[in-house]
């Protein structure tokens, strides 16, 4: 076979060399070269717009389409995350830090398939012998799962379409290469033409295809987020690796809810789904504590109480905005609403804070939670730990409502508080069995119940 012609084009302005170089001859900017396949310019002559008559348009109503059938991966939490299973077809994209448990998922819902021998395998990272001791420590030795240890994408894709799998998982895309390009495996370009290659075969063969990516250190680069726009769905694996639960957060997703949180918990037998994730995370350490506060957040589409600590200590020097979880921008957001509204100023105070249980709060209804934290730290007092809180609060100091006002408030109810502080326009309509819920309207009504 001849050798595949390849060039070098600039990310930035597009100019194109016949060999790398460091800086862009043509815009200047640095490090933008990557490895491209030469395509060769078909023969055919320009034939003018004539043969744009054969194209036919299709009004929208004629088009038959059926709900995408969706096929269980007998992991409860992981299906929730998918939008209810995984669809044929579809490309699904799982980035994690190293380490984190990317493969023993997989190998999970593969094994846990309806009829495994039609799941394929392909590790590029690990021997066979290693993922059959990993299935064995599964419980899933048995299962007549078929395995693949190969890095090239022309011989996966050669096999794959031979046995006709439904579903395929790739173990990683940073190891894999495409015989059309020289640069390493694992460079930007090599990631970016073998997961295209494959992404087209998954859509023209209808396979569901797994594709796992490495979140590398030094961030975006060659990691999964060059393949983002690529695939139909992005799911992204978080917690610290110190603590035995694991996130999985749909970051992107095309047949289903985006920020939907599938919680499970690291055992010696692979991951379990955790069905009620509020009480692991509050079980930990429900002591009283200045700057201890819990809040009702809310995941895709379930709430859960999350508990946010708060630490207010004297500044030497220039104040610090140190948060885990959490911007650190909102936080100085919301402590300049509570200067100006509340009347407490922070400006000789280092604030830190920390959502318990390595969980990542993105969303505003955690802010009259976090500045009830900060004042409790600050004037050394407890909150009461029958009390949740939840609410946005908008520049002006006033509190407003957020989503799932209800379904939070009876999920605080149903573990065991009695009291919650919520938007004026987030109470419910119906009263709640011996629990009282505080409706307020401004930041400064909210602190008055405190
Ligand atoms: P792994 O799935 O290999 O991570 P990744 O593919 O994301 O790099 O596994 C990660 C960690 O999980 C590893 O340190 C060992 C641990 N582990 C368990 O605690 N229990 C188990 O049953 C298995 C299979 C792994
Ligand atoms: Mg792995």
Not at 47 to 55: L, R, T, V
Not at 315 to 328: A, K, L, N
Not at 402 to 407: F, N, T
Request: with cysteine; glycine share 10%; net charge neutral.
């Amino acid at each position: 076979m001849a050798k595949a012609k390849t060039q070098y084009t600039c990310n930035e302005c597009g100019s194109i060399s016949t060999k790398w170089v460091g800086q862009c001859t043509d815009c200047g900017a640095w490090n933008t070269l990557t490895e491209v396949a030469m395509v060769k310019p078909s023969n055919s002559r320009w034939q003018g717009y004539a043969g744009a008559q054969d194209i036919s348009l299709i009004p929208l109503p004629d088009i038959t389409a059926q709900a995408a059938e969706r096929l269980s991966t007998g992991l409860q939490e992981l299906d929730q995350v998918l939008g209810g299973g995984m669809v044929e077809g579809s490309v699904i994209l799982i980035g994690g830090d190293p380490g984190i448990g990317k493969s023993t998922l997989l190998l999970q819902a593969l094994a846990n398939l309806p009829d495994p021998a039609q799941a394929l395998y392909v590790t590029g990272e690990e021997s066979l012998q290693q993922v059959s001791l990993r299935a064995q420590r599964l419980g899933v030795g048995k299962v007549p799962l078929k395995l693949l240890a190969e890095t090239q994408v022309e011989s996966i894709i050669a096999l794959a379409s031979n046995q006709k799998p439904r579903v395929m998982v790739i173990d990683s895309v940073q190891t894999i290469f495409t015989q059309t390009l020289q640069s390493a495996p694992g460079s930007v370009s090599q990631v970016r033409e073998s997961a295209a290659h494959l992404v087209r075969f998954a859509k023209q063969s209808g396979i569901s295809l797994y594709l796992v990516g490495h979140v590398n250190k030094d961030g975006a680069i060659a990691g999964p987020r060059v393949l983002e726009h690529m695939v139909d769905t992005v799911l992204y694996f978080e917690g610290e690796k110190d603590s035995r639960f694991r996130m999985v957060r749909a970051i992107k997703n095309r047949f289903g809810a985006v920020n939907e949180l599938g919680i499970f918990a690291m055992t010696d037998k692979g991951l379990r789904g955790v069905s009620n994730p509020s009480a692991i995370f509050l079980s930990r350490s429900r002591f009283l504590a200045p700057g201890t506060v819990v809040m009702v957040t809310w995941e895709g589409s379930r709430p859960l109480l999350i508990e946010i600590q708060a630490l207010v200590d004297d500044s030497h020097g220039i104040p610090r905005r140190v948060t885990v979880g959490y911007d650190h921008n909102r936080l100085a957001l919301l402590l300049a609403v509570l200067n100006r509204h509340g009347g407490i100023a922070m400006h000789q105070m280092d604030v830190f804070l920390n959502v318990v249980g390595g969980v990542k709060i993105t969303e505003t209804g955690a802010d009259l939670a976090i500045l009830v934290a900060v004042l409790s730290s600050y004037r050394n007092n407890t909150i009461d730990n029958s009390t949740a809180f939840f609410g946005e609060i908008g520049l002006s100091g006033e509190l407003r409502p957020v989503p799932g006002g209800q379904e939070r408030i009876l999920e605080a109810a149903k573990h065991g508080f009695k009291r919650a502080i919520v938007p004026k326009a987030n109470e419910p309509r119906q009263k709640i069995e011996e629990f009282e819920v505080i409706a307020v309207n401004s930041l400064q009504e909210a602190l008055k119940h405190i």
